[in-house]
């Protein structure tokens, strides 16, 4: 039989709040405290880089695929700018994320990825073509792509 974390985490939390409010430090689980504690960055970690794909998706699709350009194109760019100028507003230690150039050219090429599993699209640029500044700026949207980028016909 497992402990109550391993069982009922929700339950296991409550009971670990009540624990600290009571200042029963002894019998709080640390090490489950901590790596729960962890996870919550991570996981908001998580999110901005999928905030930060979506993005990429999207621009790339209105770069490369211009007679596919749509409202709902512009509003999911409108709608990922947002959710992650809020998540550095709320944890502004995520700011630093996106400057790391390690972390947005992986953040890149899983966008190239995805843009090419979704579009058919190959061969879009190696090297993301836009700064950090055009990608978080509303009044930006690219111009199309002077050189287009191959299509397998796949359409989504």
């Excluded at 430090?25 to 901005?48: C, F, M, P, Y």
């Excluded at 770069?63 to 749509?70: D, E, I, K, L, N």
């Excluded at 699209?121 to 090297?127: G, I, Q, W």
Aim: charged residues 30%; negative net charge.
């Amino acid at each position: 039989m497992g402990t109550l974390y391993d069982e009922d985490v929700v339950a296991w939390a409550e009971q670990q709040a009540a624990l600290i409010r009571a200042r029963q430090w002894s019998q709080l689980d640390i090490d489950n405290i901590a790596e729960e504690i962890e996870d919550v960055g991570k996981s908001d970690k998580r999110a901005l880089r999928n905030h930060m794909v979506v993005l990429l998706v999207h621009l790339l699709k209105w770069a490369y695929q211009p007679v596919r350009r749509g409202g709902s194109w512009t509003r999911t760019i409108s709608a990922q700018r947002t959710a992650i100028r809020e998540a550095a507003e709320d944890s502004p230690s995520l700011k630093t994320l996106p400057d790391n150039p390690d972390w947005l050219a992986t953040t890149y090429r899983r966008a190239v990825w995805r843009a090419e599993q979704e579009t058919g699209l190959r061969n879009l640029p190696v090297e993301m073509p836009w700064t950090l500044a055009e990608l978080m700026d509303f009044d930006v949207l690219p111009p199309p792509s002077t050189a287009p980028a191959k299509s397998s016909e796949k359409r989504h």
